[in-house]
């Protein structure tokens, strides 16, 4: 049995899904379980709870053979990451009193440096909370979500990507969450370690490559274009960001075009991806028209 945080996620619902197709037992924390309905329809175990309460997550926990966490995606986060400071803590303290056989930890490229990656800081703050457990942990630092550009297909009928990456041909690491769920399956699944590890995951893209396999799938030539950065802000809040929000997801953006998650931070593991932009935007294609 492996618990899976975040499960009605994308890589939390991936990687559950990997567990599965290996008959290997998935267990889950929801808040809500008409929400997570459908994995209980192909039997998950559900658990109530949250992950910003410590007991919850302990029992949990109890009797796994490994489990999966992850952070809250929160776009606009406190000054000082009060919130992914508070569930940190709470999974050191259940982690502390219900001490599993392995952890697998999302993270993120750019996750080694503990200043100027903006919102990868939540990241940088997890693997350092974690630094003092006793326990064989593995870090997954993964790429920029290639599900991040699926707007995409809904923006670019006129030829044209616009994108945060500038220049736009330059090259960062960028995975698709498939690939990240199946990774962490086979950490969970797979061979023991010892100690602490990170695996930093996906491959070297562009943004204009990530354009091109969009046009193929969309059949148009497509050319990424860098939003300037003074329009920054407001292309923030067109995503959802709250007006006046958007510093730690610019500071990153600008982190990642001068090389921030790039591949080869020493003393890492390095898995390369085998889903491709344009494998992603075909299945979110066919699934729009299904």
Do not use: C
């Not at 492996?2 to 998935?26: C, E, R, S, W």
């Not at 999974?91 to 440096?113: C, F, I, Q």
């Not at 707007?151 to 220049?167: D, I, K, R, S």
């Amino acid at each position: 049995m492996f618990l899976v945080m975040g499960m009605t996620g994308k890589v939390g619902g991936a990687t559950a899904a990997h567990l599965l197709k290996q008959g290997k037992k998935v267990r889950a924390l929801v808040r809500d379980r008409a929400k997570a309905a459908s994995w209980a329809d192909r039997g998950v175990d559900l658990v109530d709870g949250d992950w910003n309460d410590a007991a919850s997550i302990e029992r949990a926990l109890k009797g796994v053979d490994g489990a999966f966490v992850m952070l809250p995606p929160i776009l606009a986060p406190s000054p000082d990451f009060k919130e992914a400071k508070g569930v940190i803590a709470n999974y050191v303290e259940a982690l502390t009193k219900a001490p599993v056989p392995r952890v697998v930890a999302l993270s993120s490229m750019g996750a080694d440096k503990t200043s100027g990656m903006g919102l990868i800081t939540a990241l940088s703050l997890l693997e350092q909370g974690f630094r003092d457990l006793k326990l064989p942990i593995a870090y997954v630092r993964a790429g920029g979500f290639y599900e991040n550009f699926l707007y995409g297909l809904h923006v670019a009928q006129g030829g044209t990507l616009p994108v945060f990456y500038n220049p736009t041909h330059r090259k960062s690491t960028m995975v698709a969450t498939s690939d990240i769920g199946a990774e962490i399956a086979k950490l969970l699944s797979g061979p023991a370690w010892l100690g602490h590890r990170a695996i930093e995951l996906g491959s070297m893209v562009s943004a204009d490559e990530v354009a091109a396999q969009l046009g193929d799938v969309m059949k148009l030539d497509v050319k990424a274009v860098a939003v300037p950065r003074a329009g920054w802000p407001d292309t923030f809040e067109q995503f959802g960001i709250p007006k006046g929000q958007s510093g730690p997801a610019e500071v990153m953006y600008e982190a990642v075009n001068a090389g921030g998650m790039d591949l080869g931070v020493e003393g890492t593991e390095h898995v390369s991806g085998a889903t491709s932009a344009r494998d992603v935007f075909a299945a979110a294609r066919k699934a729009m028209a299904a």
